[in-house]
């Protein structure tokens, strides 16, 4: 077996009991987080990284709209020229 593919294997077994990150389940606090009534949608409950994702995304698709729009009309128009 090659070096390589053995680096490879070896980061995909798991870790022994003594793994640094606490393994608990952590649905019941997320079920909270996202069922209270704060008059958030929830695609904006996670706090503010999913606010930033939501306006980033809002922005790239309203610059693609713009964009596809500006070539739509550009290929409207006819070319001047000889």
Known sequence: ????????????????????RSLHNRVAEHQKLFQEDNGLPV???????????YRFT???????TCCSLLSLARASLPRGGA
């Open 1 to 20: 077996m090659s070096p390589l593919l053995a680096a490879r294997l070896g980061l995909l077994r798991p870790r022994g009991l003594g793994a640094p």
């Open 43 to 53: 695609h904006l409950k996670g706090g503010a990284l999913d606010t930033v994702l």
């Open 58 to 64: 809002t922005l790239v698709c309203v610059v693609g």
